[in-house]
């Protein structure tokens, strides 16, 4: 590689890191890609280090406390859903009107967006608050693990709305072309979280820590902080979208608006991740509480990788919703095909990196026999089909940035709970497959998911709605 190409991916690197919005509907896709790409990886892979910092020092603590946090976050997952199905939303619209040269009405949106899910972030968090046990035992768990998981459980609903922001502000940035803000308040989430844990979690001097509480609220306290960041930037930063305080005075259209591209995102997702809750629960009851540590180990890791795939996949929408704004559905496409050409070559070598050096990467998690054999399989089987998990993110989230929300809804539903779902349920109870049918569940449907999202996305219909 001659010294002119080096100095020019190193300019590029350091101009995606700026954090300045950018006109990506115009000029080379390739470098709109990187540009966009980059930072969203980055962002995506701190979020991704919540989850492995997390594991990594409770797991120090023991199986029970492993399948506490698994529980938990198979649950939280909901939430998760719902925040990304807003922030989905808000990326396309913030995206079609920066595409369209209406700042102010991106502004307005994404103002709305946040009034939305402040009023979710309280409803979630009273009843999680209330029912901690009752969704712990629902999801399999012994009644010593509840009643050593109930506080941990709590405290994570309870402060739900540090996850709600955190992935709906990011989002709002997306749509304005600012990844690299979002990256960085990702980048202080994360930090503050890896410097909190081992404190909180063991305690520092004569003090002991509070144990896997500990670990609860240092997330909680790394995200909030991360969130402090974001709004400031919101109402006093220099970028397009300047939200002022009358934008925050509920509108009812807007909000219906949005409401109306959020519910099949959201639902969407809650597809998903209620499908990973059914699975989560299939295995604690195959093989107890060992087998559910050791999948948690091993799931833990796959999102480590998939979040970064994400941010690729986050980039397409981007560039999908500013092109289809500025009435260029033609680079849109290209756009997104280039973008799926890079997720499915990264995500080729991350299944390789799995099937081949999987006991090398649950090793640093754990060395209990049973949860570390578990673990491996897992990965090994899970981690076989993310060339194609990689093909269907861009491709689902492609649709999304064009403000079609409701055909990755039924594709989701399809794959997971018309296939998935039934496919692990029946080769758990009916086959002597056990855990390893469960697993494969997972890349089997996937595979079907990235197949039916292509298919849709080259039909092209999405060039046509209207946001």
Known sequence: MTESKLSRYWSLILASLKGEERDYTEGSIRTAIFLLAIPMILELGLESVFAIVDIFFVGKLGSHA???VGFTESMITIIYSVAI???TAATAIVARRVGE???????MAAAQSLVIGAIISVVFGVLGWIFASDLLRFMGASEEVVAYGTPFTSIMFAFNFVIVFLFLINGIFRGAGNAALAMRSLWIASLINIF???ILIYGIGSWQGWGIEGAAIATCIGRGTGVLYQVYHLFRGSGLIKIRMSDIVPNIRVIGHILDLAWPATFQFIIASGSWIILTRLVAETGGTDASAGYQLAIRNVVFFILPAWGLSNAAATLTGQNLGACKPDRAEKSVLLATRYNAVFMAFVSLLFIFFSPAILSFFTAEGKVYEIGILALKVIGSGFIFYGIGMVMIQALNGAGDTKTP???NFAGFWLFQVPLAYCISRYTNFGLTGIFAAVPI????????AWYYFKKGKWKKVEV
């Open 66 to 68: 492993i399948a506490i």
């Open 85 to 87: 199905g807003l922030s």
């Open 101 to 107: 040269k209406q700042v102010q009405e991106a502004s």
């Open 196 to 198: 909190l844990d081992p």
């Open 409 to 411: 809804t039924l594709i």
């Open 445 to 452: 449907a996937e595979t079907l998911i990235a197949v039916a």
